[in-house]
């Protein structure tokens, strides 16, 4: 596999699928699907290779996508890696001071129950703070995350950037027949901007008023491509894509404390898809299974921290119409597991792996996992 940056060179247009009319339907993701990104990939690299998008089909969609992650770019050109915020973190400010939270399972006792399904584990906050949660970072440094998957707590401070603001932008629809403005026709775009941001009161900026990082994106591609400009996105919105050495690697210290433990976490890096849902299809009715090219790893789910489902549909270009909705599991997702059977290298070989069912889901880098260790 091989690693690129993606630098978008104008705000992404991400729709959401949903029908565009005059009542509405704009509504658009504030960052891009492994789909989008994988289409991306795999379109420059039939250009490149001089691919026919007829006959070559099987070969091109067949082509590994792994992405993409949020990343942040220094001036001095150094590319640091970010992750989703895992849904096993809260934050809360009780005295304006940003504070984080862990939530974690806890077995029902004797004459304890929930309406959980399958017999899953409640989840509860590990202190007694009933504060409310407050906002806080999206995206986390991988530093931060690696911290947190080891079970220790990152400073707040050191989490992550600010993501990028929503760009909007108001347009007129044209008469067809005059190509002048359609008069009241108005309808709205909108979609992150991943440019250099300027200063703001107390920002820490370079002298020519501009923050000294900027955000991008980071994928792993089968293929090797040459730099160049492709299409990311809708409304033909170019991005930069160049090689890169900077895809995050398991730390040694998290592999040998994966590998003593029998209790793990499952972390999204992307969203994912699967058949039932929530819940992977790779597991049995005991919510025992493996995931995907792992035969040998058998875990047992035991509890599960899942925000809101997204949908995501589009237009199918082969057979020109549009694909069916189908419900994503969000980037952040955790999964805790007991580990009932491991084999040697099982983290190395689960780290930044797809785990979607299908295995075309898993080509377009639907369910990147990162696994961490669980404190019982």
Not at 231 to 255: F, H, I, K, N, Q
Not at 302 to 317: H, L, N, P, T, Y
Request: one cysteine or more.
């Amino acid at each position: 596999m091989h690693t690129y940056l993606l630098t978008p060179l104008a705000p992404l247009v991400l729709r959401t699928g949903k029908p565009f009319g005059e009542t509405g339907g704009s509504e658009s993701f504030p960052f891009p699907l492994p789909s989008t990104v994988a289409g991306a990939m795999r379109t420059t690299c039939a250009d490149q290779q001089a691919l026919n998008f007829l006959s070559d089909k099987e070969q091109i969609i067949t082509q590994t996508c792994h992405g993409a992650l949020p990343a942040q770019v220094a001036a001095n050109g150094l590319i640091k890696p970010l992750f989703p915020r895992p849904a096993d973190a809260r934050y809360v400010r009780p005295e304006n001071d940003l504070i984080l939270q862990r939530l974690s399972p806890i077995e029902p006792g004797a004459e304890e129950g929930s309406d959980l399904p399958d017999g899953l584990w409640p989840v509860f906050l590990e202190t007694a703070d009933k504060s409310k949660p407050s906002p806080g970072p999206i995206w986390w440094a991988e530093q931060a995350i690696q911290k947190w998957l080891q079970g220790d707590v990152p400073e707040p401070g050191s989490l992550g950037p600010e993501p990028p603001p929503i760009d909007m932008r108001t347009h007129v629809a044209l008469d067809p027949a005059t190509l002048a403005a359609d008069t009241g026709r108005l309808f709205q775009s909108a979609g992150p901007d991943f440019e250099a941001l300027r200063k703001k009161p107390g920002d820490q900026i370079n002298e020519n008023g501009w923050h000294p990082e900027r955000s991008a994106l980071m994928a792993r591609f089968s293929q090797p491509l040459v730099p160049t400009l492709l299409r990311l996105g809708g409304e033909v919105r170019m991005s930069a894509v160049a090689p890169c050495d900077s895809w995050p690697r398991l730390p040694e210290t998290l592999r040998a404390c994966l590998e003593e433990s029998r209790s793990i976490r499952l972390i999204l890096a992307t969203s994912a898809l699967f058949s039932n849902g929530w819940k992977p299809g790779w597991l049995d009715r005991n919510l025992t299974g493996s995931p995907p090219g792992i035969p040998g790893l058998v875990l047992r789910l035991k509890a599960a921290a899942v925000e809101r489902w997204q949908a995501i549909s589009g237009w199918d270009m082969a057979a020109k119409k549009p694909k069916a909705v189908r419900r994503l599991t969000p980037a952040g997702t955790v999964y805790w597991f007991e580990v009932l059977n491991a084999p040697k290298d099982w983290a190395e070989q689960l780290w930044l792996t797809p785990i979607s069912d299908n295995e075309q889901d898993r080509c377009d880098g639907f369910g990147l996992t990162v696994p961490g260790i669980w404190k019982r």
